[in-house]
């Protein structure tokens, strides 16, 4: 709860993310000791048994950050899942379809989360070396800023973009470079979150669980600030009294 912001917010993130960097790769220290037993088959086994070349592991501490590369997105989803609930408070319509087990469309839902909901409204990187775009000139070493909130939200790739409809992509799945909630290009290649997948379908499986929930949402700040990365409803998404069915 830190990346692209300015100030303490910042500072705490990166001291956060540093000492998890410390805990993890003394954690795989001990699983490669054996004084800690890593379940079979887990991230942590994996991680902690990977060969990069023939002449063994992977550094303690480049472990440890490929760990964290699985963990972070994983509770980043967190994000999307308060979103989620945005969303089935906002239009409560939605709810019956999902309890339903409609795979297809727990799917379209996840997606229409994802664009309609500004996880990061935009994201910013330096040049590496001149450029042009378009017949713009992009010198090296300028700032370029990718508006994910606009282009999710451009009415020449979305139909009534500031509606939330889900359907929208039972007619179309999304295409590669509309939808950018997570960047844009091959994952492989480009600037594009490896875990978007993962994403989806944490999000198509939550979003099922919190539909068939019964729960009451209190009087609350729903508003979802636009200058704030990563953005959420200001009073994050509280809710009482819930009721597994």
Not at 127 to 152: A, R
Request: proline share 9%.
């Amino acid at each position: 709860d830190g990346f692209a912001t300015p100030g303490p917010r910042h500072l705490r993130a990166r001291r956060a993310r540093s000492r998890q960097e410390t805990r993890m790769a003394r954690l795989i220290e001990e699983v490669r000791s054996e004084a800690v037993a890593a379940p079979k088959g887990s991230v942590l086994e994996r991680v902690s048994r990977h060969r990069d070349t023939p002449d063994g592991p992977l550094d303690a501490r480049t472990a440890a950050v490929e760990l964290l590369n699985v963990l972070r997105p994983t509770a980043a989803v967190s994000w999307f899942v308060a979103f989620s609930a945005h969303a089935l408070h906002r239009w409560p319509a939605h709810r019956e379809r999902l309890r339903a087990g409609d795979g297809a469309f727990a799917t379209a839902f996840a997606h229409e989360v994802r664009r309609f909901y500004p996880f990061a409204p935009f994201l910013g990187g330096r040049t590496v070396t001149e450029l042009t775009w378009h017949g713009e000139s992009v010198p090296s070493g300028g700032i370029l800023l990718l508006d994910v909130y606009g282009q999710n939200h451009d009415e020449e790739l979305w139909t009534d973009p500031y509606a939330f409809r889900p359907e929208r992509f039972l007619d179309r799945p999304p295409e590669r470079d509309d939808l950018i909630p997570q960047g844009g290009g091959d994952p492989d290649t480009g600037h594009r979150c490896p875990g978007e997948r993962i994403t989806v379908g944490l999000l198509e499986a939550l979003a099922v669980r919190l539909a068939r929930l019964e729960y009451t949402v209190p009087e609350q700040d729903l508003r979802i600030p636009l200058h704030r990365i990563p953005t959420r409803p200001r009073s994050g998404f509280a809710v009482t009294g819930v009721r597994a069915p």
